[in-house]
């Protein structure tokens, strides 16, 4: 049980099928502990969300696309969701976390993230907060996050098979 080493995560990145995908520049996302994910898409809330225990009266949010404008784009403080450009496939004896690039908090922003379960595949999301009263400026594929895997003490029995998997996504 541990965090896995570049050279570990490197030789999933390898192997059938590749624990990550759509890397923009591996020499320059991989990192001693984990790989950094890049900005794909950003999009503004325009509705509320609903949560509940059973999922059955879950209401995701509505977002609004927001366009790079000669590759860049000019955030308000606020709340927004990101896409990555890169692919993960967990493997069933890992999890996943990410946390945000130490200089996207030094200029006022943070992401919040969610675990990446066993079994999960796609592309994922996060939540950016940017803090700084005026605002911040992000290059489309910016470097936002850095995903570090764990090692499990034991294999999970079930992997995910929720809502967001990439197969679900269709």
């Not at 490197?10 to 950094?36: M, Y």
């Not at 130490?102 to 919040?112: K, N, Q, T, V």
Request: hydrophobic share 40%; charged share 25%.
């Amino acid at each position: 049980m541990g965090v896995l080493s570049d050279v570990e995560i490197s030789d999933l990145v390898k192997g059938t099928p590749p624990l990550i995908e759509n890397l923009v520049d591996a020499k320059v996302q991989f990192q001693p502990a984990g790989v950094d994910l890049t900005l794909a898409e950003i999009f503004e809330f325009t509705t509320p969300g609903a949560i509940d225990f059973t999922n059955e009266e879950r209401v995701l949010s509505e977002c609004r696309k927001i366009d790079f404008k000669s590759g860049w784009v000019q955030l308000k403080t606020g709340a927004y969701k990101v896409i990555y450009n890169e692919t993960v496939r967990i493997p069933k004896d890992c999890i996943a976390l990410a946390f945000p690039r130490s200089s996207l908090l030094r200029c006022g922003a943070f992401l919040h993230c969610a675990v990446w379960d066993p079994g999960y595949e796609g592309r994922s999301e996060s939540l950016l907060i940017v803090s700084n009263s005026r605002g911040i400026k992000l290059r489309k594929n910016a470097r936002l996050a850095q995903l570090i895997l764990i090692k499990l003490s034991k294999e999970s029995k079930a992997k995910y098979s929720g809502k967001y998997l990439a197969e679900n996504l269709g």
